[in-house]
């Protein structure tokens, strides 16, 4: 599957995310926890690589992608990785 065409089906994969409240009343944190995938008769496939205890609140949206083709982490804010020893 490449970006362009959205793989077999034309149809590109979605990211889930939890919804964290945070107790300091700041914005949510979105956590990416997995990825859905359409299914041919338009139902989803979820698959979940973390279950969220602290939350019910889940949203699959498009999976975002930064200016060099790496998915975007966390909330979607650009962070500064620091560099590995």
Excluded at 53 to 74: A, C, H, Y
Aim: hydrophobic residues 30%; glycine residues 10%.
């Amino acid at each position: 599957m490449t970006e362009s065409n959205g793989g077999p089906n034309g149809r590109k994969p979605l990211a889930v995310y939890a919804v964290l409240d945070r107790k300091d009343g700041a914005k949510p944190y979105w956590m990416k926890i997995g990825a859905a995938f359409h299914n041919r008769d338009d139902s989803l496939t979820v698959i979940l690589d973390a279950f969220p205890s602290s939350t019910n609140r889940l949203q699959i949206r498009e999976q975002r992608f930064t200016e060099d083709g790496k998915p975007v982490s966390g909330n979607g804010a650009h962070r500064e990785v620091e560099a590995q020893p």
